[in-house]
Protein backbone atom coordinates (compact mmCIF):
# COMPACT_ATOMS: atom_id res chain seq x y z
CA UNK A 1 0.00 0.00 0.00
CA UNK A 2 1.39 3.51 -1.18
CA UNK A 3 0.34 6.55 1.18
CA UNK A 4 1.00 10.24 0.40
CA UNK A 5 1.00 13.26 2.29
CA UNK A 6 0.99 16.73 1.85
CA UNK A 7 -0.54 20.21 3.35
CA UNK A 8 -2.47 22.86 1.67
CA UNK A 9 -1.61 26.54 2.40
CA UNK A 10 -4.48 29.22 2.21
CA UNK A 11 -4.91 32.92 3.36
CA UNK A 12 -8.16 33.97 3.49
CA UNK A 13 -7.98 38.03 2.81
CA UNK A 14 -11.92 37.94 5.00
CA UNK A 15 -13.15 37.05 8.39
CA UNK A 16 -15.05 34.52 6.69
CA UNK A 17 -15.51 32.76 3.86
CA UNK A 18 -15.90 29.36 1.98
CA UNK A 19 -12.77 28.22 -1.29
CA UNK A 20 -13.12 25.26 -3.53
CA UNK A 21 -10.07 23.47 -3.00
CA UNK A 22 -11.34 20.95 -5.23
CA UNK A 23 -8.61 21.75 -8.14
CA UNK A 24 -5.62 21.58 -5.01
CA UNK A 25 -6.38 18.40 -3.93
CA UNK A 26 -7.42 16.69 -7.41
CA UNK A 27 -3.76 18.23 -8.18
CA UNK A 28 -2.21 16.46 -5.04
CA UNK A 29 -3.88 12.82 -6.05
CA UNK A 30 -2.34 13.31 -9.39
CA UNK A 31 0.86 13.76 -7.75
CA UNK A 32 0.64 10.84 -5.29
CA UNK A 33 0.63 8.27 -8.43
CA UNK A 34 -1.87 6.59 -6.17
CA UNK A 35 -5.04 4.75 -8.04
CA UNK A 36 -7.51 3.40 -6.04
CA UNK A 37 -7.52 4.06 -2.29
CA UNK A 38 -9.11 6.75 0.30
CA UNK A 39 -8.34 10.35 0.72
CA UNK A 40 -8.52 12.20 3.53
CA UNK A 41 -8.92 15.82 3.95
CA UNK A 42 -8.84 17.84 6.66
CA UNK A 43 -8.73 21.67 7.94
CA UNK A 44 -5.33 21.75 10.49
CA UNK A 45 -7.13 24.73 12.53
CA UNK A 46 -9.96 24.02 15.12
CA UNK A 47 -11.61 27.94 13.53
CA UNK A 48 -11.96 26.03 9.94
CA UNK A 49 -13.68 23.27 8.33
CA UNK A 50 -13.36 21.10 5.09
CA UNK A 51 -17.07 19.98 3.83
CA UNK A 52 -18.13 18.38 0.75
CA UNK A 53 -20.89 20.16 -0.73
CA UNK A 54 -22.10 22.24 -3.89
CA UNK A 55 -20.26 25.05 -5.82
CA UNK A 56 -23.48 27.46 -5.83
CA UNK A 57 -22.97 30.89 -4.46
CA UNK A 58 -26.46 31.13 -2.85
CA UNK A 59 -25.74 28.10 -1.12
CA UNK A 60 -22.66 29.64 0.26
CA UNK A 61 -25.00 32.64 0.79
CA UNK A 62 -26.73 30.27 2.69
CA UNK A 63 -24.72 28.87 4.64
CA UNK A 64 -23.10 32.42 5.71
CA UNK A 65 -27.11 33.57 7.08
CA UNK A 66 -27.67 30.31 9.00
CA UNK A 67 -24.39 30.08 10.66
CA UNK A 68 -24.69 33.66 11.93
CA UNK A 69 -28.13 32.74 13.04
CA UNK A 70 -26.60 30.07 15.12
CA UNK A 71 -23.61 31.48 16.41
CA UNK A 72 -23.64 35.34 15.30
CA UNK A 73 -19.98 36.61 15.75
CA UNK A 74 -21.31 40.19 17.25
CA UNK A 75 -21.92 41.28 20.09
CA UNK A 76 -18.22 39.21 20.96
CA UNK A 77 -19.02 39.62 24.74
CA UNK A 78 -21.93 37.17 24.67
CA UNK A 79 -19.29 34.23 24.56
CA UNK A 80 -16.93 33.23 27.33
CA UNK A 81 -14.73 32.16 25.22
CA UNK A 82 -13.75 35.61 23.96
CA UNK A 83 -11.97 36.45 27.40
CA UNK A 84 -9.03 36.71 25.15
CA UNK A 85 -10.01 36.67 21.62
CA UNK A 86 -12.98 37.14 19.59
CA UNK A 87 -13.44 33.61 17.56
CA UNK A 88 -15.81 32.02 19.48
CA UNK A 89 -18.12 31.73 16.83
CA UNK A 90 -16.07 30.46 14.69
CA UNK A 91 -15.17 27.32 16.76
CA UNK A 92 -18.97 26.97 16.73
CA UNK A 93 -19.47 27.51 13.01
CA UNK A 94 -16.08 24.90 12.75
CA UNK A 95 -18.05 22.57 15.03
CA UNK A 96 -21.33 22.53 12.57
CA UNK A 97 -19.58 22.71 9.15
CA UNK A 98 -17.19 19.87 9.94
CA UNK A 99 -13.70 18.93 10.84
CA UNK A 100 -12.72 16.65 7.40
CA UNK A 101 -14.34 14.70 4.52
CA UNK A 102 -12.78 11.22 3.10
CA UNK A 103 -13.42 10.44 -0.74
CA UNK A 104 -13.06 7.06 -2.20
CA UNK A 105 -10.37 7.09 -5.26
CA UNK A 106 -11.44 5.21 -7.89
CA UNK A 107 -8.94 5.08 -11.14
CA UNK A 108 -7.09 7.99 -10.26
CA UNK A 109 -10.06 9.79 -9.67
CA UNK A 110 -12.19 11.47 -6.93
CA UNK A 111 -15.12 9.74 -6.80
CA UNK A 112 -17.19 12.06 -6.13
CA UNK A 113 -21.29 12.13 -6.28
CA UNK A 114 -23.17 14.49 -8.56
CA UNK A 115 -22.17 18.14 -7.89
CA UNK A 116 -19.77 17.35 -5.42
CA UNK A 117 -16.71 19.54 -4.67
CA UNK A 118 -14.39 20.19 -1.56
CA UNK A 119 -14.59 23.28 0.40
CA UNK A 120 -12.66 25.01 2.34
CA UNK A 121 -14.50 26.66 5.14
CA UNK A 122 -12.84 29.97 6.86
CA UNK A 123 -14.33 31.11 10.14
CA UNK A 124 -11.46 33.72 11.50
CA UNK A 125 -9.67 34.37 8.37
CA UNK A 126 -6.75 36.80 7.94
CA UNK A 127 -3.95 34.64 8.47
CA UNK A 128 -2.09 31.72 6.86
CA UNK A 129 -3.76 28.15 7.63
CA UNK A 130 -3.26 24.73 6.02
CA UNK A 131 -5.43 21.88 5.37
CA UNK A 132 -3.47 18.16 4.91
CA UNK A 133 -4.63 15.84 2.36
CA UNK A 134 -3.54 11.87 3.07
CA UNK A 135 -3.84 9.36 0.35
CA UNK A 136 -3.45 5.79 0.97
CA UNK A 137 -4.03 2.95 -1.57
CA UNK A 138 -2.07 1.87 -4.49
ZN1 LIG B 1 -10.48 30.73 20.06
Given at each position: ???????????????????????????????????????????????????INDDESGLHHDYEVWLEKIAPHEPVSQYRHNGYEDNADAHIKRQIM????????????LDFGTWERIFYGEFDGRRKKRVLVKIIGE
Open positions: MKHYRKEIFLEVPTRRAFVNITPQVEAILKESGIKNGLLLCNAMHITASVFGREVVVAVTDGK
